[in-house]
């Protein structure tokens, strides 16, 4: 037996099957690397974080904006002053977008060790959205990259787990690697305990979806020590099955 999670996406269906002690294949025993190192925990606990921030940002910002805020050149703050800053201007944009009806979700990631000071903010889609960032942040330049499908989502959370390790480290001032709004959606998923004595080497793809290859692991967890499989499962738009 092993457990079988699916997390539902609007365009694609993630997949992780483990065996775990609860539930193993028979016979199996469990792989004695018990004591990982702290460079293979180091590791772990950054795939875990990449996988929950590409699912939160896939639940709550699809086709949405990965914003990059920039400080003049003559004009860069302390970290203190940034991160002041930085909630100012959330807060006035959760002000004007209040008075249209529009509820305001972001992720902050603020990176300065070793290069020049900046945020980075996934935003919404909204109509206006980006003449009211521009005109919100008065402390240099903003620059606007959107977000059309799960590649995107998948390169910029790993991107913002990584490239924020040396931050992350030293910093006292932000305290978190990144900074979701309250009022974002929780991945969540569903559980199921397979009858089966082995993963299928070859992924079930149901009709209307494609396997992501590159999303496709498997192996045997040097944490764990048991037996594990992911990948991700994309759905097949309508403009991509007219020209097949």
Sequence with gaps: MY??????FKNSIEIEKKHTHRFRKKGQKRNQK???????MKKYNLVKQ???LRRLIKLNFYEGYHMVLTYDKNDRPTPELAKKQ???????MRYHLKKQGVEFKYITVTEYENKALHHHIIIQDIPGILKLVT????????NFTPMHDDDDVDVLANYLIKETSKTFKTDGVHKTRYNPSRNLEKPTYTEEIIMANSFRKEPSVPKGYILDRDSYVYGVSEVTGYEYQKYTLIKIRVSERMRN
């Design 50 to 52: 990449v996988d929950y």
């Design 34 to 40: 018990s004591n990982p190192t702290p460079e293979t």
């Design 3 to 8: 457990v079988l999670r699916t997390y539902v």
């Design 86 to 92: 930085l909630n100012n201007f959330i807060a006035r």
């Design 135 to 142: 005109k919100q942040w008065k402390h240099g330049q903003v």
